[in-house]
């Protein structure tokens, strides 16, 4: 009997939340989010713009958490989560997160930013799963909008994973990638041994943005010492009035 048969797959999903606003800022939706992530029903939630806090949104908006907003998301369904502040303002901050099922033994943030306004980062977190006796690495990314800037982000992942993650160890890197030109595939296959989900199944990664009509492929799931089965753009309903990216959900075998 193989693994598979004896392991379920590691679920795995991705979101750029846009700090629990409909597009433009028009409407707080954040617990309506909730209720569509739970549903997903993931062991492993990366999410990408995700506020730590907002003063002026808590006495603005009704609803709007006390504490962070990856907290309320997280609740009772994921009890471990990590955090990776990007950028910090007067009024408060937001990051990219990591909501497990699965205990998460160490977590660090790696600044990718780039000279200028735009603040990035590499979320790096070691997750264990107890029945297998196995640790998967994940690294929740937002990159940067300018090429340049991506180039060297990229080139910063692969040398966090040459740097912080064994080579048999299984890895998975997701989030928005901001990469319309596909450049990302062969940089991180070539730097990092990384493989698309999407483009293995399929052979072109998922279009995601914008969500009401996805033209652009931003959103990525990589793999490595891993496979994955039946990986999926989450509908339009109720997805494309939540976030302005439609959310990638997968099955990683490990």
């Keep these: 009997m193989t693994d598979d048969a004896i ?36 062991d492993v939630v990366f999410l990408q713009e995700v506020l730590g806090s907002h003063q002026r949104h808590q006495r603005r908006f009704n609803h709007f958490p006390p504490g962070p907003h990856y907290e309320f998301l997280a609740d009772s369904i994921w009890p471990q989560y990590a955090y990776g502040k990007n950028v910090a303002y007067p ?12 205990p998460i033994l160490y977590h ?5 930013s780039v000279v200028g306004p735009e603040k990035r980062g590499l979320l790096h977190c070691v997750l ?24 060297r982000q990229l080139d910063l992942i692969c040398q966090v994973v040459r740097d912080e993650v064994p ?20 940089i991180l296959e070539q730097g990092a041994g990384l493989r698309e989900v999407f483009v293995q199944a399929y052979g072109e990664a998922a279009r ?3 969500a009401r ?13 891993a496979t994955a089965h039946l990986p999926v753009v989450l509908p339009r309903k ?10 990638l959900a997968a099955e990683i075998h490990l």
């Design 7 to 42: 392991y379920p797959p590691l679920t795995v999903m991705t979101v750029n939340i846009h700090k629990g606003f409909t597009a433009l800022n028009r409407r707080f939706i954040l617990p309506e989010l909730r209720d569509a992530v739970r549903k997903v029903g993931a």
């Design 238 to 247: 109720p997805w494309s009035h939540l976030s302005d990216h439609a959310p």
């Design 128 to 151: 264990h799963i107890p029945a297998r006796s196995l640790d998967v690495h994940v690294i929740c990314v937002h990159l940067g909008l300018a090429e340049s800037h991506r180039a």
């Design 108 to 112: 660090r943030n790696h600044d990718a």
């Design 91 to 102: 009024h408060g901050d937001h990051g990219n997160a990591v909501m497990s099922k699965y």
């Design 213 to 225: 009509w996805p033209l652009l492929p931003l959103d990525r799931i990589y793999v490595r010492n």
């Design 208 to 210: 995601t943005f914008p």
């Design 167 to 186: 080579a048999d160890a299984p890895l998975v890197v997701a989030g928005d990638f901001n990469d319309w030109r596909r450049r990302a595939h062969d």
